[in-house]
């Protein structure tokens, strides 16, 4: 089994920065789908960012240029470094992770972009 456990969210203006982190429970060497998910009040949960199985990265177009997800697999941890942050950036965001055949998310960290 794998826990995931999100922070960094808070509330930020528009145009500002925020880094989000997902620590897991045990080592995240050999996972290789690991990813940021995002819910808005209303909508489905979707992809924001990930990396996928074959070692690269894949990002929702309306993030492109402006977040990065990054991994430090010394510390079991995946990141989500945010840029330019917008009002529609605004939801729950959730790290998830594929392992073992499982799917696994954590509880989610909340992200409020004022204009």
């Known amino acids: 089994q794998v826990q995931l456990v999100e922070s960094g969210g808070g509330l930020v203006q528009a145009g500002d920065s925020l880094r989000l982190s997902c620590a897991a429970s045990?080592?995240?060497?050999?996972?290789?789908?690991m990813g940021w998910y995002r819910q808005a009040p209303g909508k489905q949960r979707e992809l924001v960012a990930s990396f996928t199985n074959g070692g690269g990265t894949n990002y929702v177009d309306s993030v492109k240029g402006r977040f990065t997800i990054s991994r430090d697999n010394a510390k079991n941890t995946v990141y989500l470094q945010m840029s330019s942050l917008r009002p529609e950036d605004t939801a729950v965001y959730y790290c998830r992770a594929f392992a073992n055949s499982r799917i696994y998310w954590g509880q989610g960290t909340q992200v409020t972009v004022s204009s």
């Open positions: 045990r080592s995240i060497f050999s996972i290789n789908v």
